[in-house]
Structures are given as structure tokens and as C-alpha cells.
T-cell receptor, first 114, second 112 residues
């Protein structure tokens, strides 16, 4: 069966520090991968998605970046965090939404920038 | 479309009553829709989906209705239980099926 792992679960970082959140998927190959951010009490905002290794599409301009160095690994990074980067970050995968299969989410990383 | 900047609306229902959660979407090219349930501090979980060639789909205690004419989606939960308390999001695909865009979400509170 397929599983998605996201870590760390919580993170407190000072303003101006770098960020690296990692997401890995097991049990499938060539998945579509997604990074979402959710502010407290808000909806989910799509940040990046990837349809293959090295292929990243950015939906929202910001000081975050994403990389996909391996087929089932998706990394969210920042060189210098801002206070506004605080939020709940969710990684998700799908085997092809166009084929009518849903996206599966990790348990999220709660990031607090202080 | 997305409403990530808005506070979540709340629907409060009595245990045992039916719940109806609504969602409007904006992309007429979307052809696949999903309802997710998100409990506090957790990632969203799949509830039910529907393709645009259907207008109704039923699961266990849940029914999704799709009205493409007015771009409206609804989730009906029968005999709502306290465990149904959560935030519910609709999502739609776009861009040849590679993007999953979420609606603003609705908080469901079930009173015992």
C-alpha cells in the first residue's frame, strides 16, 4: 500500500533562518506531488506541484522554493524565513487526478516563525 | 475557486440530523471533484469524489451532488455524528488534471 511521510511534525524557526521540509512517498512510482500551506482557520493554498523529477510548477510567488531530486521525494525550502511563512504545510500525492484518483495527504508540518 | 484569505464559515447541526455543506467552483473546465474532511492538526482525508459526467454519487452516509450549470457542489451527510465534526473542503482539478485547487472550507460542528 502507498504511504506518505512528512517531517518534522512541528518546527519553530527564527526569522531569517533557512527551512527544509521533506516529503516522501512509498508504494507508488511517478506520482504527482504537491505542497500546500494552510494558515490557522483558513483554506488550503497550493504552493507547488510536480509531475516528475526536476519538474516544479509554482502557483504563488514567495520566498519559498521546491525541489524534486528523486521520483518520490519532494522538498520545500526557504533561504530566509519570514514571519508570514508561519502555517501548516501539507504534502500530498496523486497518481493522476485526470484519471479520477484522489490526492492523499501527509499529516502536515506546523511551522512557527518567531 | 480558492478562498484562502477568508475565515471558515461554520455549520452547526444537532446529532442525528442531516448536514448539507455547499461549495461553489469557478473553473468550468474542471472535470473531477473531491470532498475532503480535515480534523484539527491533521491532513485532509478523502471522503468522496465525483466526475463531471455524473450529477450524483453516494457513499456510506454521504452523497455528493454536482450542478455544472451553476458550478455548485454539495456534500450531504446523513444522520450526522459527533465524529463528523471537522472542516470540510471541496477540491477541483484543473490544468489537465495535474492541479488540485481547494475551496474555502466549512467547519461542521455537531451538537450532542
Amino acid at each position: 500500500s502507498q504511504t506518505i511521510h512528512q517531517w518534522p511534525a512541528t518546527l519553530v524557526q527564527p526569522v531569517g533562518s533557512p527551512l527544509s521540509l521533506e516529503c516522501t512517498v512509498e508504494g507508488t512510482s511517478n506520482p504527482n506531488l504537491y505542497w500546500y500551506r494552510q494558515a490557522a482557520g483558513r483554506g488550503l493554498q497550493l504552493l507547488f506541484y510536480s509531475v516528475g523529477i526536476g519538474q516544479i510548477s509554482s502557483e504563488v510567488p514567495q520566498n519559498l522554493s521546491a525541489s524534486r531530486p528523486q521520483d518520490r521525494q519532494f522538498i520545500l525550502s526557504s533561504k530566509k524565513l519570514l514571519l508570514s511563512d508561519s502555517g501548516f504545510y501539507l504534502c500530498a500525492w496523486s497518481q493522476g487526478l485526470a484519471r479520477g484518483t484522489e490526492a492523499f495527504f501527509g499529516q502536515g508540518t506546523r511551522l512557527t516563525v518567531v | 475557486g480558492e478562498s484562502v484569505g477568508l475565515h471558515l464559515p461554520t455549520l452547526s447541526v444537532q446529532e442525528g440530523d442531516n448536514s448539507i455543506i455547499n461549495c461553489a467552483y469557478s473553473n468550468s473546465a474542471s472535470d473531477y471533484f473531491i470532498w475532503y474532511k480535515q480534523e484539527s492538526g491533521k491532513g485532509p482525508q478523502f471522503i468522496i469524489d465525483i466526475r463531471s459526467n455524473m450529477d450524483k454519487r453516494q457513499g456510506q452516509r454521504v452523497t455528493v451532488l454536482l450542478n455544472k450549470t451553476v458550478k455548485h457542489l454539495s456534500l450531504q451527510i446523513a444522520a450526522t455524528q459527533p465524529g463528523d465534526s471537522a472542516v470540510y473542503f471541496c477540491a477541483e482539478t484543473s490544468n489537465a488534471g495535474n492541479m488540485l485547487t481547494f475551496g474555502g472550507g466549512t467547519r461542521l460542528m455537531v451538537k450532542p
